[in-house]
């Protein structure tokens, strides 16, 4: 017999990135007593990864619980870019509802529509939470609309368009239930959530059914599945089945040798766990997102959505330049091929697969971002390695033609910047669906484009709009390919020599162009020192001394004046190379490179290339 149980409720978080759903949670947790009230409490304190730290965004979705006037209240933190949305389809298989945070200035934004339509698909209640309600700028009643508007265009049920509004500022840790009225502290929205997300049911007396939605690692035990206990009692010792929906041959017996529930930031060993528990499991090595937990007696796997398609690769490549070896820990091949087999058990939007030589490994993601995202933390564990431009994945339909990955690209620019964006884009075989007017003397630009389209754009997307430019994305499927896309229209400038950078020889060459390097720096020929101002490659001797006489001293060099070099960081540089080039990554440099280095047989391949189109 089902049953509900009063005492949880289980709640994902989703939203538009930078709208503030980790810092509500940071409130909701201190709020809720889980930290001693002298404790030192980090700011976004469920970013504990370095690089969400730095960049202000979640990659990974955490799980929390907090307990208000008894009842248990288990939190689901998770990411809002589009890169990061294999993560949010899947979480949200564990819970019960959602809290949509909105920001009362930007109001509804393109994620907000990707994060909530997967929600809806699986009829989940949503409690709309507008949240920086306290910024001048604010415009609740217009937000509300906006929210309301999304709503009716996902097709949502009436029920839903009910939804409780709940108006908060999560910074100053307050909330109310009227706009025009300010709250003193975060329990109007705890009360919401008791009074209208459901309360998870199933029955205790049936079988085990566990269906693991997250894999958490850890470096002593190993694989950890995180999942919500649907059916049934699971309890530590106990002999279960693993099943999945998608892999009906799949099926192995096993035991859980430990078994946690989460209280605040941290996992409890608990003996057993009932309907409605999110559990974390240990002890299972090879458990994967998706499987379901059984009864030995009682073996139902639990129905579970594929995750999305990767629709970008690249390679990751053992470093030959010839200053390989000099900055990284890790340089092997053996290093690389175990590194991303091992990036595999927590990310599920990642795939990896071995080349034709065992120097290479092709590597797909959802995105730039995500990949490199990967790259960043590779460099900063100590690997080395080259990475080629990313390219995106092309499918072929029933009758052979091709297909490429489509986004759908949302552009909120200053009015003066509009024309130009839409010059850019629709070189790049964007095609421009609507243009209305936003907030602000700001216009809002949609476009159909494909996905390469945008390789190598945001850089000089920020560029254009001089930083006041907002760009959004989501995956829209595949279509029709589009033709040639010219992805640069300047060319490198190589070294042409090995040695060291000279103020002379620098100072020549930035009359061709922007110098990527300073003088001192070590070359190597075939490294690309720089952008040419035309779309040629042209070979520079930046190593060049200037010649002494008796009548020129050495000191004369001191009156070059040197531009500042443009330093790329690992974006910009990847958005930066072209084909036939890598980019050569170290925990201390990024490198750009031809992909073959010696001159002439470079020139012998770009011919080759040249005849053979």
């Known amino acids: 017999m089902k049953i509900k149980r009063q005492d949880i409720r289980n709640v994902a978080i989703i939203a538009h990135v930078d709208h503030g759903k980790t810092t509500l949670v940071d409130v909701l947790l201190k709020q809720s007593g889980v930290f001693r009230e002298n404790q030192e409490v980090a700011e976004r304190v469920m970013d504990s990864n370095d690089i969400e730290r730095e960049r202000g965004i979640t990659i990974l979705s955490k799980n929390t619980a907090v307990t208000y006037k008894g009842t248990k209240i288990n939190i689901v933190d998770t990411p809002g870019h589009a890169d990061f949305g294999g993560e949010v389809e899947r979480v949200l298989k564990m819970v019960n509802g959602v809290i949509l945070v909105v920001d009362a200035f930007e109001g509804a934004m393109p994620q907000t529509k990707f994060v909530l339509r997967k929600a809806l698909e699986l009829k989940l209640p949503v409690i709309v939470c507008v949240n920086k309600i306290d910024r001048p700028e604010a415009r609740p009643g217009e937000v509300i609309d906006e929210v309301l508007e999304l709503l009716i265009d996902l097709d949502a049920d009436e029920a839903l368009l009910d939804c409780p509004f709940v108006f908060a500022s999560a910074k100053a840790g307050t909330a109310s239930l009227d706009k025009d009225v300010p709250g003193t502290d975060m329990s109007p929205l705890f009360e919401t959530i008791i009074n209208y997300i459901p309360a998870p049911e199933g029955d205790p007396d049936d079988g085990t059914q566990v269906l693991i939605s997250t894999i958490d690692y850890n470096e002593y035990v190993g694989r950890i599945g995180v999942g919500k206990v649907d059916n049934g009692v699971i309890k530590v010792n106990q002999e279960v089945v693993i099943v999945n929906h998608h892999e009906p041959d799949k099926q192995r017996k096993v035991k859980v040798s430990k078994l946690y529930e989460f209280d605040g930031l941290s996992k409890v060993e608990v003996k057993e766990a009932s309907v409605g528990s999110i559990v974390a499991i240990s002890g299972i090595s090879d458990i994967h997102i998706g499987d379901t937990l059984c009864s030995v007696d009682c073996v139902r796997p639990i129905p579970f959505q594929k995750i999305s398609e990767p629709t970008i690769s690249m390679n990751f490549i053992v470093n030959d330049s010839p200053m390989a070896g000099q900055e990284g820990k890790y340089v092997t091949s053996r290093h690389l091929r175990d590194r991303l087999f091992r990036e595999l058990n927590t990310d599920v939007s990642l795939r990896v697969e071995e080349t034709d030589t065992t120097e290479a490994f092709k590597v797909s993601g959802r995105g730039e971002l995500h990949l490199s995202v990967l790259i960043e933390n590779m460099r900063r564990e100590g ?62 630009l949609e476009f159909s484009i494909p996905s390469r389209g945008l390789i190598g754009y945001r850089g000089e997307f920020m560029t ?150």
């Open 383 to 444: 690997y080395e390695f080259s990475v080629s431009k990313a390219e995106v994945i092309y499918k072929e339909d029933e009758k052979g033609h091709k297909l490429e990955p489509m986004e759908t690209c949302y552009i909120d620019v200053p009015d003066e910047f509009s024309g130009a964006i839409i010059e850019k884009l629709s070189q790049r075989k964007g095609e421009l669906k609507n243009m209305s007017p936003a907030s602000g003397g700001y216009t809002r």
């Open 464 to 613: 254009d709009t001089k930083g006041n430019g907002i760009m959004n994305t989501s995956f829209d499927g595949y279509g029709p390919y589009k033709g040639d896309i010219q992805y640069r229209n300047r060319g490198s400038l190589i070294a042409f020599e090995a040695g060291e950078a000279i103020t002379y020889g620098l100072f020549n060459a930035q009359e061709r162009g922007i110098l990527f390097i300073s003088p001192g720096e070590k070359v190597y020929s075939g490294m690309v020192v720089g952008m040419n101002a035309k779309d040629e490659d042209i070979e520079i001797n930046v190593c060049k001394k200037k010649q002494l006489t008796n009548t020129r001293s050495s000191s004369a060099d001191e009156a070059l004046r040197l531009t500042p070099p443009r330093i790329l960081s690992l974006e910009q540089a990847l958005d930066f190379i072209d084909t036939d080039e890598l980019l050569e990554v170290t925990p201390k440099s990024l490198r750009i490179r031809k992909k073959i280095l010696d001159p002439l047989l470079r020139k012998r391949a770009y011919y080759q290339k040249k005849n053979s189109n």
